[in-house]
Nanobody, 119 residues
Framework: QVQLVESGGGSVQAGGSLTLSCAVS????????MGWLRQAPGKEREVVAA????????YYADSVKGRFTISRDDARKMVYLQMYNVQPEDTAVYYC????????????WGQGTQVTVSS
């Protein structure tokens, strides 16, 4: 089974930048989709970015497209979320998660890391 550990959260002013990291352990990741999801107060949990491990196909929510970049490092087995020009509405707990290619839901989750953006 894959295990996920997020890090890099913290407080940042609007317009600033932050990079989140996710350490991935387990067997082959060839058929995995890695995602960054967030849960903000009063909002539903949403997928903000995702990447297929092998093909590097990416997805971004409209709210973050052009500001966030998801990437992965196969050698280090890491997933990153680079956040630029962050806004107060980006404040949330961010989770790294994984699902099998073609699966409807993310099956494994990290513990989450808090991102707080002040105006």
């Amino acid at each position: 089974q894959v295990q996920l550990v997020e890090s890099g959260g913290g407080s940042v002013q609007a317009g600033g930048s932050l990079t989140l990291s996710c350490a991935v352990s387990g067997n082959t990741l060839t058929n995995y989709v890695m995602g960054w999801l967030r849960q903000a107060p009063g909002k539903e949990r949403e997928v903000v970015a995702a990447i297929t491990w092998s093909e590097l196909r990416t997805y971004y929510a409209d709210s973050v497209k052009g500001r966030f970049t998801i990437s992965r490092d196969d050698a280090r087995k890491m997933v990153y979320l680079q956040m630029y020009n962050v806004q107060p509405e980006d404040t949330a707990v961010y989770y790294c998660a994984v699902k099998l290619r073609g699966a409807a839901k993310y099956a494994r989750w990290g513990q989450g890391t808090q991102v707080t953006v002040s105006s």
